[in-house]
């Protein structure tokens, strides 16, 4: 008897240390099936960023607060910028741009002050940072062909900068052709130019290196070899006289007057009346007679002397 009960407590403890040993595993697997909560996600300020142009009448600080930069964060940027850049040099115009994030915090900033310099402002972990750095510029030969049909301001208004070129161009030929007067409709122009570009996209233009002009059927041709322009045989393209005696582009302002002193000498036989006006006409045409090694009288030597006559 006392055999069977042993047997049956034997058994009992058995079945209990099996309980013990499954009923945790099997709870514990339970848990383990159903999923955590996932941790609420980290916001990551977004970024903006903004391109524009300086406006008119706006300073840095205006600017910056327009497009929701705090303006205690303004004011520290300008004052981190005034040792690097004068800010009153902003110009109208002008592109800039910003990165800031959506509670205004301000990233960056860059601001273009020429064709080769920028202005960059950049956050830090600690403080901002500002800088003027030179744009990394890359070189390439440019072949410019232009036919003429009114004028060679016409003749290049495709191109960026048409004005330097049409300068550069009319410089070089000064002493063969007057570009004013001897233009025709037809003319061509053919040119080896040096380009520069920041990041494929045009920066400006270097030197003119080749030039070939067809004008009324007879070609003129420059080619430059330090800093001068000399023709297919070597003979520079610069002579005693001009083929255009006067630039206007130096003397565009005074020209009324200038007809004033013409007049005046052609009627009165003297230019004393006008002398005042004439004067300032008088030294400009002189200086440029100079500039141009022309002898004085080209332009007038009545005229010139009015720059030795008394003041009235």
């Known amino acids: 008897m006392r055999f069977y009960k042993c047997r049956i407590g034997f058994i009992w403890s058995l079945l209990l240390a099996v309980l013990v040993a499954v009923i945790p595993n099997y709870w514990e697997s339970k848990i383990d099936s159903i999923p955590l909560l996932a941790p609420p996600p980290i916001e990551i300020p977004k970024t903006r960023f903004v391109e524009d142009k300086i406006q008119k009448n706006r300073t840095l600080v205006a600017t910056l607060v327009d497009y929701d930069v705090p303006i205690a964060i303004a004011y520290h940027v300008a004052d981190l910028i005034h040792p690097v850049f004068d800010l009153r040099k902003m110009r109208f115009g002008n592109p800039f741009r910003l990165e800031k994030e959506t509670d205004g915090t301000l990233k960056g900033f860059e601001y273009k002050i020429d064709e080769e310099s920028v202005l960059r402002v950049q956050k830090g972990s600690e ?186």
Request: proline share 4%; net charge neutral.
């Open 127 to 312: 403080s901002y940072e500002a800088k003027v750095e030179k744009l990394d510029l890359d070189s390439r030969e440019k072949i410019i062909t232009a036919e003429i049909h009114t004028s060679l301001w016409e003749a290049l208004s495709d191109l960026p900068r048409r004005e330097y070129l049409a300068t550069e161009l009319a410089e070089i030929f000064q002493w063969q052709v007057d570009f004013s007067t001897e233009i025709q409709p037809g003319d061509q122009i053919r040119l080896i130019v040096d380009e520069f570009l920041h990041d494929g996209a045009f920066v400006k233009y270097g030197k003119i290196q080749a030039a070939d002009l067809v004008n009324a059927g007879r070609h003129y041709r420059g080619f430059r070899f330090k800093d001068s322009y000399y023709d297919q045989k070597g003979i520079s393209l610069k002579r005693a006289i001009l083929a255009s005696p006067l630039k206007l582009r130096h003397a565009s302002a005074p020209v009324s007057h200038l007809a004033g002193c013409i007049r005046s000498s052609a009627e009165n036989g003297r230019i004393w009346p006008l002398i005042t006006p004439c004067r300032r006409v008088a030294r400009l045409l002189q200086l440029q007679t100079e500039r141009s090694h022309l002898p004085v009288g080209t332009v007038g030597t009545e005229i010139l002397s009015a720059s030795s006559m008394p003041a009235a």
